[in-house]
């Protein structure tokens, strides 16, 4: 009996960046043969394990499909080992939903424009924002002293200025991008790595 029965796959984990979201799981080592794998999902909304285009696939990683896209769905996936007839338990993930547990990256900085008092920053948010999303930018700034007192702004346009600085001196900043979602708390990205320049002279 035993013999019919492979090991489970193991570190059964879903990676999400950005909202592009990926299964990834250990391999399963065996004396001989080529270990296959399959995966299923199901929603919250209908409690039925379905295919996924990842059924006897040799690669340990399955990424989700366009039609699990909707950020809110709560989904669950399982996966199991298949050799011939052989097959391993289902090891299922804990129940994932993209708004919640998804990580957000750093904004990309496009330009920087410098004035005597000012830093003009463009960026481009780090995903394609869908109808009804509400992103905040967190912009942390301090002179670049040793002693560093940040102070934090916060914008909703790709586009904002830092005011009130004096001229000739070196200021830092770091932006990370908050989505407001009817979810709390709300989602908050990684900070970018900070970017300095020096103010002009008026």
């Known amino acids: 009996e035993s013999s019919l029965h492979l090991p489970a796959p193991k570190d059964v984990m ?16 065996v004396d001989r043969g080529l270990v296959l794998y399959t995966v299923h999902f199901k ?3 209908y409690n039925q394990w379905e295919e996924i285009n990842c059924t006897r696939i040799a690669q340990t990683e399955c990424n989700f499909p366009w039609s ?8 669950v996936l399982r996966v199991r080992a298949e050799l011939g007839q052989m097959t391993s338990d289902w090891v299922k993930t804990e129940p994932f939903v993209a708004e919640r547990n998804t990580i957000i990256g750093p904004p990309k900085v496009n330009s920087v424009t410098v004035s005597s008092d000012s830093l003009l920053i463009s960026v481009t948010p780090p995903f394609r924002s869908e109808a009804g999303d509400l992103l905040q930018y967190h912009v942390s700034y301090w002179e670049n002293t040793t002693s560093t007192t940040e102070k934090e702004i916060k914008m909703s346009n790709t586009v904002f200025k830092i005011t009130d600085l004096k001229e000739l ?11 407001r979602t009817h979810l709390d708390p709300q989602l908050l990205g990684l900070q970018s790595a900070p970017e300095c320049y020096r103010t002009t002279i008026s």
């Open 43 to 45: 929603t919250g909304a």
């Open 68 to 75: 699990l896209k909707e950020r809110c769905w709560t989904v």
């Open 169 to 179: 001196t070196l200021y830092c900043f770091r932006i990370q991008v908050e989505l």
């Open 14 to 29: 879903i990676y999400s960046y950005n909202f592009r979201s990926l299964l990834r799981w250990s391999p399963v080592k």
